[in-house]
């Protein structure tokens, strides 16, 4: 078993990696690498770390230490790496509509003092046709559903057309019919080669929806492998104490 | 001077502040508006005082230099201080506006005829508007139309999902610099048309009015608050002209309110 995982490329490589938010570590010492066209979820209580460590891997907030993403620094990498944000960072009021998020993923077929094309707006639809939200284009984003707000964010993320999806709880607060739309895309996305590395919450489907886990408690590792070795009740115990998923904060 | 001419440049100001309004209320930066018109007062007394004429370009640089200064006090305050921020604002714009006060003062005790110029950036008076004030508030619509089509989609992005942003390199700190630029200009320049203690409603209130009238479209809420901010600008100056002792801005204000009320109600209604 580990000798073929030494063997299988890497997507991510994290060394000896700190963050701190106003002198306060979040994340310590962290080293981790991720295997190319995986689903890996990072599962762990709220406050654990798991945005933190996304948000250093798309290099959006300063940190310590070193991180490659398919060998490069970030920067050369960007237009390789689908990135969606935690729902709440995103100002839900702003006049925009369905199809102008979708456009968004498009940034990287034109410059950004560049207004959209014809064929953006065709290709972005389609985007849309695949999350089975084609008839919302035209709405306004806070009329949507929680699920349905999350299908046209990750057809945001499919338009980026990237090789690397870094997914912060693409299924906070969806439906059951949107989770598993999701899902299957996201195995349709392993299918065709790319790597997908989300934050997820729930514990009942990790055997389901992911080939790794990275356990994390107080931004500390306590577990990463192929989920089968690594979901013991031990380590479940570990990163969620008596009560989980009843822990806040 | 020509009342087309008035007009002409009464429109060019309200147009740019119209423009403007809207990215300041969707950042929900409206009271930094405020403050930054403010702010400009000190400013502007220093230029008159050292220059001792009432030239826009000159008035503008010192008013642009002095609402810098209260944007970098604003910083310095938040990083250094643990206040919130609405406590700093509100202290850096009673320091800044009554510094302003102090230095307008004294210069009218100095007994310069042309103080009365001075006086209309309180207030507003359209009518004070000079041929070449209309010229600069021509080329400053035309740099805010340029910055606003060539940077829209960055202050878009930024200000709609900020972590997406960064992700794909669109700096948020960028957008912030732009809208920051692009407020000195509409707060100078509308400072002639409804004065500095009103200058925020020029920028805020047609814009909200539009952003509760389109919703969706961000092209169409640009448009909408460009056109009711010159309407209610030619109306307030005609109104000003008809009675001649009474300041524009709080014609054009009072009218704009109005309108933002019965906008703001039928639409709550629904």
Known sequence: ?249 | MNIWYVLLGASLIAATAGIVGVWLVLRKEALRGDVVSHSVLPGLCVAFWLFQEKNLFILLIGASVSALLSLLVMDFLQEQTKLKKDAIMAIVLAFFFALGLWLLIKIQYLGNSAKSGLDSFLFGKTASLLPQDVWIALVAFLLVVFINYFMKKWLFYTTFDPEFSKSIALSPKIANYTITFLSIIAIVLGLQAVGVVLMSALLITPASIAIVLVRTNLSKIFLISVFINIIVVVLGTLLSYYFPKSPTGPWIVVICSLLAFVVFFTKNNR
């Not at chain 1, 190319?36 to 959006?60: D, P, Y």
């Not at chain 1, 094309?117 to 999350?131: G, S």
């Not at chain 1, 065709?192 to 989300?198: Q, Y």
């Open chain 1, 1 to 249: 078993m580990l000798s073929s995982e030494a063997k299988k490329p890497k997507v991510i490589t994290i060394k000896s990696v700190s963050v701190a938010y106003q002198k306060k570590p979040v994340i310590e010492n962290f080293s981790c690498d991720f295997p190319e066209n995986e689903i890996i979820g990072i599962v762990g209580a709220n406050g654990s770390g798991k945005s933190t460590l996304l948000k250093a891997i798309m290099g959006i907030i300063p940190f310590q230490g070193s991180i490659l993403i398919f060998g490069e620094k970030i920067e050369k990498v960007r237009k390789k790496i689908a990135y969606l944000p935690q729902r709440s960072s995103v100002d839900w009021d702003f006049p925009a509509s369905v199809l102008d998020v979708v456009l968004m993923g498009l940034y990287h077929k034109v410059a950004w003092y560049k207004p959209f094309r014809k064929e953006h707006k065709e290709l972005a639809l389609n985007y849309l046709e695949k999350v089975k939200m084609l008839d919302f284009a035209k709405k306004h984003i806070s009329e949507l559903s929680g699920g349905q707000q999350q299908r046209v964010f990750l057809a945001r993320a499919f338009a980026q057309e990237a090789d690397l999806f870094v997914l912060d709880e693409p299924l906070a607060g969806v439906d059951v019919s949107t989770e598993n739309i999701i899902i299957d895309l996201l195995k349709e996305l392993q299918k065709n080669g790319k790597s997908i590395v989300m934050v997820h919450h729930q514990i009942e489907n990790f055997k389901e929806y992911f080939n790794y886990l990275l356990m994390l408690k107080d931004g500390k590792k306590i577990a990463f492998g192929e989920t089968d070795e690594v979901l013991t009740n031990e380590n479940i115990f570990k990163i969620y104490g008596f009560k989980p998923l009843l822990v806040n904060g």
